[in-house]
C-alpha cells in the first residue's frame, strides 16, 4: 500500500503541472488584468510601467516559468488587486469553504443513505418510486434556481433566516447566528447531493441484495435489519465511496456559485471577484488549490477500498 500511495503522488505530479499549464494558457485567453485598469486619467505610460511591474510584457511561457518557480518555493504571488500574498487570501477564506463543503456533504449522505436502502429494501413499491422520483428532482434542479427560491420563502416572505453573509452585522457573531447563515446555503448543497446519491446508494443496495451470501444470511433468520446493516451495506460501501470521492472536487465548482448568491466568505466568492477582475495569481492559486483536492480525492479513495475491502490489492 505504501509504494502505491508513493506511486500515485509521483504521477499526481506531472499531472498537477499539467494541468496549471492549461489553466495558465486558458486564462491568458480571457485578456489582460491591464484592460481592468483602463480609465480617462490612465496614461499609456502607466500600463507600460504596471505590465513591466507586473511582469505581463513578458511572453506568456515565460510569465507560467516565473509563476511555477516561485511556487516550488512557496510563494504563489501577490494579487494584482489588493496586493495582499495569495497564500494569505487562500488561507483566511479556506475555513468557510470547508466548514460549508464539509457540512453539506455529511447532511446530504445522511439523508441519501437511509433513504437509498429504503428504497433498495422496498423496491418496486409506490414508495421506491417517489424517492427514486424525488432523487431526480433534486439532482436536476440548478443550485442558483433552488437558492433564489429559498431567499425568496425563508428571508423574502417568512423573515426567517438572514439571506447572505456568515454572521449578522453588528450582532453577538455567535454559534446560533452562524448556524442560521448556514441553513440554507448547506440546504441548497445537500438536496442536490442527496438527490444524486440516493440512486447511487439505492443500486449498490440492490445488486448486493441479489448476492447468494446475503440470502443465505436471510434464510438463516438473521433479520431484515442484520442482513442489510452488516452484510449488505458494507459490501455496498464501495461504489458509495465513489460517488463520494467525487463530490469533493464538485463540492468545490458548486461553492463558486452558492457562495456568490449568499456572499458567504469563501473561496467561491474569491474566485468569481477574482474572475472578474481578471486577477491572475489569485486565479492560478485557487486552481491549483483545487486540482491538488482532486488528486488528494483520487487518492483518498482509493486508500478507503482498501480499508472497506481487504481483498482489494494494489500495485
Known amino acids: 500500500m505504501i509504494k502505491y500511495i508513493i506511486k500515485r503522488i509521483l504521477i499526481a505530479i506531472p499531472v498537477l503541472i499539467g494541468i496549471t499549464i492549461l489553466d495558465y ?25 504596471k505590465a513591466i511591474q507586473l511582469g505581463l510584457d513578458k511572453p506568456i511561457y515565460v510569465q507560467y516559468y516565473v509563476w511555477l518557480k516561485n511556487v516550488l518555493k512557496g ?14 487570501i487562500i488561507r483566511e477564506h479556506l475555513g468557510p469553504t470547508l466548514l460549508l463543503m464539509g ?21 418496486y413499491t409506490k414508495r421506491d418510486y417517489a424517492l427514486v422520483t424525488l432523487s431526480f428532482l433534486g439532482s436536476s434542479i440548478p443550485s ?42 448547506v440546504m441548497v448543497l445537500a438536496v442536490s447531493i442527496a438527490g444524486s446519491n440516493i440512486r447511487y446508494v439505492r443500486g449498490a443496495v440492490l445488486e448486493i441484495l441479489q448476492k447468494d451470501y446475503v440470502r443465505t444470511a436471510k434464510s438463516k433468520g438473521i433479520g431484515r435489519f442484520l ?13 458509495i465511496v465513489t460517488v463520494i470521492g467525487m463530490h469533493l472536487p464538485i463540492l468545490f465548482g458548486g461553492a463558486v456559485i452558492i457562495e456568490q448568491i449568499f456572499s458567504w466568505p ?9 474572475i472578474i477582475g481578471r486577477d491572475y495569481p489569485v486565479i492560478m492559486g485557487v486552481a491549483l488549490l483545487t486540482a491538488a483536492v482532486v488528486l488528494a480525492a483520487n487518492l483518498i479513495t482509493d486508500i478507503v477500498y482498501a480499508l472497506i475491502d481487504p481483498t482489494i490489492k494494489y500495485h
Not at 510563494?75 to 494569505?88: A, F
Not at 442489510?228 to 461504489?239: D, T
Open 266 to 274: 469563501g473561496l467561491g466568492l474569491v474566485t468569481m471577484n477574482a
Open 227 to 239: 442482513t442489510i446493516n452488516k452484510h449488505a451495506l458494507r459490501n455496498a460501501l464501495i461504489p
Open 25 to 49: 494558457a486558458i486564462m491568458s485567453l480571457a485578456g489582460s488584468p491591464l484592460e481592468m485598469m483602463l480609465g480617462p486619467k490612465t496614461t499609456q505610460a502607466a500600463l507600460e510601467a
Open 75 to 88: 510563494n504563489l504571488g501577490y494579487s494584482i488587486k489588493n496586493y495582499q500574498p495569495v497564500s494569505q
Open 103 to 123: 457540512t453539506s456533504l455529511i447532511v446530504g449522505l445522511m439523508i441519501a443513505i437511509p433513504l437509498g436502502i429504503y428504497s433498495a429494501v422496498h423496491r
Open 144 to 185: 442558483f434556481f433552488l437558492s433564489l427560491i429559498f431567499i425568496y420563502l425563508f428571508n423574502v416572505k417568512l423573515g426567517w433566516l438572514p439571506s447572505g453573509g456568515m454572521k449578522t452585522t453588528g450582532g453577538d457573531g455567535g454559534f446560533g447566528d452562524l448556524v442560521r447563515h448556514m441553513v440554507m446555503p
